[in-house]
């Protein structure tokens, strides 16, 4: 396999090389994911934000005032998940939480200027992570790789 003389396996135990082995996708899937999610822990970091509260930014950017279950629905996380997220968030100062005047049970968040203020600085560091993840992909590829990620998520999400 390819992932495996690239040296994915370089200094592993034996029993975890047999498992790269028997499931490689999975750990190309798993090593990818963690490597993302390391760069951009990393890059927000500098922001003052963590991981997947940029997403949440920019995703009120574009329509501001959203449902909690919204947020969570373009993320696929769940309910808790998201609460905690947000009220982290409005602790800092970056959203605040409302009760929707039509249905009470529905939590609206909506961005305060601290966060609006952030949404920029969001914004480069997901220009500066797409273009290091692409580096030395040609168009074909991206294009290739996007189009992969995308079957690959639909077969998982299919059986969730």
Known sequence: MDG??????E???????QAIQRFPINFAIFSLARSHRGLAAHLL???????????MLMQLWEQDEQSQQSLGFTMRLDHSTVAKSVRRMEAAGLVTRSRSPK????????LTEVGRELVAKSTAVWTEMERLTS?????QE???????????????????
């Open 45 to 55: 970091r500098d922001i003052g934000l963590y991981a997947g509260q940029e997403i």
């Open 4 to 9: 495996i003389e690239n040296g994915l396996c």
């Open 135 to 139: 580096k030395g992909l040609s168009e």
């Open 11 to 17: 200094g592993l135990p034996k029993e975890e090389m």
């Open 103 to 110: 249905d009470g049970r529905v939590t609206l968040v909506k």
């Open 142 to 160: 991206k294009e290739l790789l996007i189009s992969l990620s995308h079957k690959i998520s639909a077969n998982m999400e299919s059986k969730m």
